[in-house]
């Protein structure tokens, strides 16, 4: 569980590492209302509140990306046209391509079924290079912006496969956890 901890914060996931924190908390305050060996069973969720709030109140990778997050400019999303050399951090850049599989679910009115997975990529880089995004250079393998995905499991499910495919990917995703609550098996 620790090396778990030390991957999150790696990883920098902002919301796996709230959910985790808010869960850290759950814990620990349900060890305090049980009876039992309070201090053995209290360290690991302490731990992790501990370490995540260091996280978010100390310079490092972590908090530098959530300052990045309050300090952005989502401008961007109303432009039409950049120009290729416009520079977008990473937070612009998923939400833009997101705007962009919105778009295209909205322009196909594949809303239901998805751009299909062969069909999604190339609607999305045309989306690209109708913004006038960077490609790349042509003959080399620099490509730009092209063939990226949306960074959104979810999203790149509903792009794909549309709002079908992500209730499928939901219940799945359901009945996973309901049955590793029901195993009550502390991997799960």
């Known amino acids: 569980l620790v090396w778990f901890s030390g991957l999150l914060f790696l990883l920098r996931s902002k919301m796996v590492m709230c959910v985790t924190l808010l869960y850290a908390c759950f814990q620990l305050v349900s060890i305090f209302i049980q009876r039992g060996s309070f ?43 950049f120009d290729p050399g ?37 609607r999305l880089n045309g989306k690209i290079v109708s913004h006038n995004m960077y490609t790349g250079v042509p003959g080399t393998a620099d490509n730009g912006f092209l063939d990226y995905n949306v960074h959104n499991q979810y999203l790149e499910t509903l792009l794909r496969s549309g709002l079908a495919g992500l209730f499928l990917l939901l219940c799945i995703l359901f009945f996973a956890f309901r049955n590793a609550v029901r195993a009550r098996d502390i991997v799960l």
């Open 39 to 81: 201090r053995r069973r209290a360290v690991f969720p302490a731990c992790i509140i501990f370490g995540m709030l260091a996280a978010l109140l100390t310079s490092n990778p972590f908090s530098r990306q959530l300052e990045e997050l309050r300090g952005n400019n989502f401008k961007v999303l109303e432009v039409q046209r």
């Open 86 to 122: 416009d520079y977008f951090n990473e937070v612009q850049l998923r939400i833009l391509l997101w705007k962009f599989s919105v778009g295209i679910l909205n322009d196909a009115h594949c809303w239901l079924f998805g751009a299909s997975p062969g069909d999604a990529q190339e």
